[in-house]
């Protein structure tokens, strides 16, 4: 019985490459003291806790260079990866979560399953899926990584930091939660 339960668990061992958004040098969107990337490093240091604890493989990818990360990722041979970042708007009116993927239907899944995880969490608005990458018009260096990468690869983005209601439902250890419950719900759908 015990080593029928062991070999379950270990089959169903992931490895996940991890990005906090932005760069000591490249902060990001910030509102008053609250910075983008100060942010990302707290979630997903969490995330990468949550993880390991749970007797997954969890690496972190430096987020300096786009290239750089991409190789990382495809020489770990990960089952799937995220990079995180937070939202903002000049007008303070944009609000919700949404999550970017490249259109592969293992990505979609994963958006899906860490949207949901989200806005249940986060009791945000719903603003779906988002393809993030359209074929020869790469227009953020960031979506560099959705279509570049071996793994499925997305880009959540929990809640604009520019606006008033989405700051109310900031959490970090929330939206940690919610990466963590999203992964395991997109790992268990996965069909065989
Ligand atoms: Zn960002």
């Known amino acids: ?3 029928g339960r062991r070999v379950f668990y270990r089959r169903h061992k992931m490895k996940i490459a991890l990005s906090a958004g932005h760069t000591p040098f490249r902060q990001g969107g910030e509102t008053g003291m609250i910075s983008e990337y100060g942010l990302t490093m707290v ?10 604890k749970a007797g997954h493989e969890a690496w972190i990818i430096g987020a300096d260079s786009n290239l750089e990360q991409i190789k990382r990722i495809n020489e770990l041979d990960a089952d799937c990866g995220l990079e995180l970042h937070f939202n903002s708007h000049t007008g ?14 293992k990505g979609m899944l ?25 074929q020869g018009n790469v227009t953020k260096p ?9 793994c499925p690869f997305i880009v959540p983005e929990p809640l604009f930091l520019s606006n ?29």
Not at 142 to 150: C, V
Not at 171 to 191: E, M, N, Q, V, W
Request: proline letters at 2%.
């Open 110 to 134: 994963l958006a899906e399953c860490v949207q949901k995880a989200l806005v249940d969490r986060l009791g945000t608005k719903d603003l779906g899926i988002r393809l993030g990458h359209f």
């Open 164 to 192: 008033i209601f989405d700051l109310s439902r900031l959490d970090p250890a929330g939206i940690a939660i919610a990466l963590f419950d999203g992964l395991i719900t997109y790992f268990s759908r996965l069909k065989p």
């Open 142 to 150: 960031i979506i560099e990584m959705l279509k570049d990468t071996n």
């Open 92 to 105: 303070d009116k944009l609000n919700g979560t949404e999550v970017l993927h490249a259109g592969s239907e």
């Open 43 to 52: 979630i997903i240091g969490d995330l990468v806790f949550r993880l390991q």
């Open 1 to 3: 019985m015990s080593s």
